[in-house]
Each structure stands twice: as C-alpha cells, then as structure tokens.
C-alpha cells in the first residue's frame, strides 16, 4: 500500500494545531489571579475606613471562578512620604491595580511616575488630585462625590432647621452667629464644603455673622479641643456649628457636654459623611443633620473600574465625566428618616 505523503504532512500539521491550541486555552478551573493595592491617608479617619470595609466587601463579591481578587491595605497614616514608599511595596509585590486615597491631593507625582512605570493603572478615590495631574497618564482615575453638593445640602438643612425653629436665634438680633470646623488647609472638600454651605444659608435668607473658622483636620478629638476654645472665647453666642464632617461636628457636641452646658444654650449642629456614629447622633437628636457621602456605592463604582481595567472588559459600560471622573451623589439625612439610612446600612452590612 503507497502512502501519500501530503496526507501524512497534513495530518501532522492538524495534530500540532489541536496541541498548541489545547495548551494556550485558559482552564475554567484555573481563575485569573490579580492583586489590588489600596492605599489610604489615614485609617483613622472614620469615613475612610468604612469606605475601605466597603471596598473589600465589593472585591470579595466580585471574585469568581474567572477572576480571583485579592485586595491589600495600607494606612500612610497622613503622610505622603509613607504613601509614596507604601506604593512602591505594593508595585514590587505585583499589584495588577493600584487605589489611591492620597495623603497629600497636591503631591502625586511620585505616585504616578512609580505606576506609570510599571504599567499598573491608578484609581484616585475621595481626594481628588489636581486636574492637570490627572491628566499625566491616560490610566489614571478619580471616583468621589461632588462636594460642592455636600455643601449645598449642609447649607439646606440647617437653613430649613433655622427656620423652623424660632429658638435658633437665641439673642434675637436677626442674626445668626456661626463657626466653622474645617478639614485640613487646601484640601478641596474643605474649601468648597465651607463655602457652598455659607452660601446656600445666605441665598436663602439668613443672616450670619461669622465668629471663628477653625481647622480641626476632620478629627474628633481635635474638633473638641478647638470647640471648648471657642465656648470659652464667645461663651453663649454660638448658635450655629458648621463642620465639614461628622466626626469634627461630634468633638463640638462633646465639647458642650465636657462642659455640662445647659440644653437651652447649645447651637444647631451640622456634619457631613453620614457615618455610622453622624447617623445614630441624628437618630438621638444630638445631631441636628448630615448629609450622606455615598460610600457604598464609591465602592461599588471603584471595584468595577477597578476589575475592567483589570480585565480589560466592560470599560465601555463605565459613564465617566470627562474621560476620567465618576462622581456619586450625597442625600440629605435628618431625624425624620434617618433611620431609612441606618436600616439600608443594617441590610448592606448583612449581606
């Protein structure tokens, strides 16, 4: 029997395609293996440590028999220079993504260049870089909130709860005397929360007279050493307390019961974050309102960025502002239904 060559040839060449297609096609049982490196200003920071227990809650959910996640935390403590040496561990450890809550919003430059380098993209979340540093790399992101919203509603309430309440000013002058605990200087929450808030109460028809503004760099504890300062300066005429977040507008509280000052002398105060312990002050009318930074949906947006990217599968589903922000909404919280926003958390948390 003659064989024919050409067959044999053929033959051959059919098996060695089945080959090398059986050895380069993934396993189903063999999942995609990436690392997420989170890095965050300061675990100390209420807010922020909920949105990363958020965060790693999405990540878990998010793994599958395709993609196995692992996320990796690290706290810069509020230094930058530990954030950028932080970065670099987590690069060398062979992070796939990197997440990033700067220590310092006007300093990422080291961070950037050490991603770029490896070719890891960069998600910014909750302090948002300066515009033009995003715009060094076509893999860089920002997810957050509008904190000019923030403000807005901070002003709304308290402007609502002002003029419901003829008690509000206690002195009956037609004005009310106000103070301000800010976030650290030159953080862009901090600017614009303080001034839309002020703004907002006075477009809608309050008169203020400011009596101080203080950093208090979003710290309770600070928040309270900074308030007993001002009871002793201005004694009783502080009728209104505006803080940037929840904690700061928790120290003033606490400094007004260190104090044991009456009842029928402490101001309206206001915080934004809605944090566990903002929310449950609004429910023991401590707190007369927050407004409430949608962490578990920041969450949710940076997770899926974060595994398209990785991925490289389902970017085109992401609606981004300008190419590069995705910016979640805030919703007002008083005692009328706060407990709507407790229960919601309760849900999420049993998840």
Same mark, same amino acid.
């Given at each position: 029997m003659k064989i024919n060559k050409t067959k044999i040839h053929r033959i051959i060449l059919a098996v060695t395609l089945l080959s090398l297609v059986s050895c380069s096609s993934p396993q189903p049982d063999t999942p995609q293996k990436a690392r997420v490196g989170v890095a965050c200003y300061n675990q100390s920071d209420t807010y922020i440590r909920q949105l990363?227990?958020?965060?790693?809650? !999405?990540? &878990? *959910?998010l793994t599958n028999d395709q993609l196995d996640l692992t996320m990796t935390l690290r706290d810069a403590a509020g230094s930058q220079r530990n954030q950028d040496d932080q970065v670099k561990e987590l690069l060398d450890a062979g992070c796939s993504i990197l997440c990033v809550n700067l220590a310092d919003r006007a300093d990422p430059s080291e961070i950037i260049d050490l991603?770029?380098?490896?070719?890891?993209?960069?998600?910014?979340?909750?302090?948002?870089?300066?515009?033009?540093d995003l715009? !060094?790399? &076509? *893999?860089?992101?920002?997810?957050?909130?509008?904190a000019k919203q923030a403000g807005r509603m901070q002003g709304e309430l308290a402007a609502a709860a002002i003029l419901s309440n003829a008690q509000a000013d206690r002195n009956h002058d037609?004005?009310?005397?106000?103070?301000?605990l800010e976030g650290e200087p030159g953080h862009q929450d901090?600017?614009?929360?303080?001034?839309?808030?002020?703004?907002?109460?006075?477009?809608?028809?309050?008169?203020?007279?400011?009596?101080?503004c203080q950093i208090a760099n979003w710290n309770r504890a600070q928040a309270q050493n900074r308030m007993m300062q001002l009871i002793s300066q201005h004694q009783n005429q502080i009728e209104?307390?505006?803080?940037?977040n929840d904690d700061m507008a928790l120290g003033a509280i606490d400094a007004y019961k260190k104090l044991n000052v009456t009842e029928?002398?402490?101001?309206?105060?206001?915080?934004?974050?809605?944090t566990d312990v903002g929310l449950k002050a609004v429910a023991d009318g401590e707190l007369s309102a927050t407004v409430y930074n949608y962490k578990e949906a920041q969450a949710a947006s940076i997770a899926k960025l974060a595994v398209a990217l990785i991925s490289g599968q389902g970017i085109e589903e992401i609606e981004f502002k300008d190419e590069k922000y995705?910016?979640?909404?805030?919703?007002?919280?008083?005692?009328?239904?706060?407990?709507k926003f407790i229960s919601y958390i309760d849900t999420i948390e049993d998840k």
């Open positions: 990363t227990d958020c965060l790693r809650d !999405q990540f &878990d *959910q991603a770029r380098d490896h070719k890891v993209p960069i998600i910014f979340f909750n302090r948002e870089p300066v515009a033009e715009m !060094q790399w &076509d *893999q860089l992101y920002y997810v957050g909130a509008d037609g004005k009310i005397q106000y103070v301000v901090t600017i614009i929360r303080t001034e839309y808030a002020v703004n907002t109460l006075k477009n809608m028809g309050i008169q203020l007279e400011k009596l101080s209104l307390v505006l803080a940037n029928s002398v402490l101001p309206l105060f206001f915080g934004i974050d809605g995705i910016y979640l909404p805030h919703f007002k919280v008083t005692a009328d239904h706060v407990e």
